[in-house]
């Protein structure tokens, strides 16, 4: 259910503008957080995320003193706060003179700024950000891929899942997908690489807030530190190409994106519970059911390129001592996350299918598509429920 924030201290507009929305929904019983001070206000905006803020311009700052202009204070907080970058926001004002001088810096942070004198007005306009928050509200999560043989390998995921149709939401190459009666879409990219990875995860996040943003899919590993058929968790992860030439040495730029804490966590707790993964891997080829230790949170690092070489997979590795895996998109989908909104749930999970050498192959994509399916499947639950 979505969370609404109604600001507002006068009790006759504030019900007026909750029975729009209890109507729009058909709910009578839909609950709102409530803040009728200044000090209240900045206090929930900053700990707490909301689908939908709807605000006056004129509060008292604590409770006890009269209403003041805090509409400069409040495109602060909306600005500053990462955990409400994405929620929509419509501000409702009885004072002419107000609107107008705040009508400028409200429009550029994308804020509606209405009139509450024009009933007509202000009512289809909300009516218009419900219909937002209601789209956004239809998927609990994303998972992204790098191609579509990825995507495919959740159509072998086990238990309480539904492979969904081909869907186009705004452009996206979607198909939509429920796993254990959470609602999500899986989009495959345009093209492989870092580049459509952050333009996707970004779009994603924007258009649809899902709690959760994730990566399935295949990558390679390092001969000495994992074997094939291994699922790999990217923890940290960055990108081996950003640095700066001199000469001809390279000096490498280390940027990295972690996993948040609670989610290595829950993760780790999954890993731990069954480290064979014979859950996930009974009905694969006989290398993905013979590793003592199929999966692994280890760092992963990123490129724009294909890997097949040794010389150049070694040169790599020297990035950092425990790297277990090479891939296209991971630092993408980490870094598009980090940036949102410091709220975003997110990780990527890969199976190495090739040590990034001259024998890269693709006989094991498809079990390795299917390893990480299953695995994200399960995380996605866990990760939800917890």
């Avoid at 029975?19 to 019983?29: C, H, K, Q, V």
């Avoid at 094939?228 to 730029?253: A, C, I, M, R």
């Amino acid at each position: 259910m979505a969370e609404f924030l109604i600001i507002e201290d006068e009790p006759e507009k504030r019900s007026s503008i909750e029975s729009e929305i209890r109507d729009y929904f058909g709910d009578p019983d839909i609950p709102f957080c409530i803040a009728q001070t200044f000090a209240e206000a900045a206090k929930l905006i900053f700990e707490r995320r909301f689908d939908l803020i709807v605000t006056d311009l004129m509060l008292p700052r604590r409770d006890g003193d009269e209403p003041s202009d805090f509409s400069d204070h409040l495109l602060d907080f909306l600005s500053g706060s990462s955990l409400n970058s994405s929620a929509v926001v419509v501000a409702i004002s009885q004072f002419d003179d107000l609107i107008e001088r705040q009508a400028t810096s409200f429009k550029r942070l994308g804020i509606f700024l209405l009139d509450y004198n024009n009933q007509s007005d202000w009512r289809a306009c909300l009516k218009v950000c419900l219909q937002r928050v209601e789209q956004k509200q239809a998927i609990d999560f994303a998972i992204i891929c790098a191609l579509e043989e990825e995507r495919i390998g959740f159509r072998e995921v086990q238990g309480d899942v539904t492979y969904g149709e081909l869907s186009r939401y705004h452009g996206l190459d979607c198909r939509d997908i429920s796993i254990a009666g959470f609602n999500g879409i899986c989009v495959v990219q345009p093209r492989m690489g870092l580049v459509d990875t952050a333009a996707i995860c970004a779009q994603v996040l924007s258009l649809f807030r899902p709690k959760l943003v994730c990566m399935a899919g295949i990558c390679a590993g390092f001969e000495g530190e994992v074997g094939l058929g291994t699922l790999l968790v990217s923890d940290p992860t960055w990108e081996h190409q950003s640095g700066k030439w001199k000469g001809e040495e390279f000096k490498l730029s280390h940027y990295q994106e972690p996993l948040r804490n609670d989610i290595r966590t829950i993760l780790s707790h999954l890993i731990e519970a069954d480290p064979s993964c014979q859950e996930l891997t009974a009905d694969l080829p006989e290398l993905y059911r013979s590793l003592d230790r199929a999966a692994a949170i280890l760092p992963t690092v990123s490129g724009s390129v294909v890997i097949a070489s040794s010389d150049k997979a070694d040169e790599i590795r020297e990035q950092h001592r425990k790297v277990g895996g090479l891939d296209m998109e991971v630092y993408g989908l980490y870094r598009a996350a980090a940036l949102h909104s410091e709220g975003i749930r997110c990780f990527a999970a890969k199976t190495v299918v090739d040590l990034a050498n001259e024998t890269k192959g693709d006989d094991l994509h498809h079990a390795g598509a299917v390893f990480s399916a299953r695995f994200v499947a399960k995380a996605i639950q866990r990760i939800l429920s917890d």
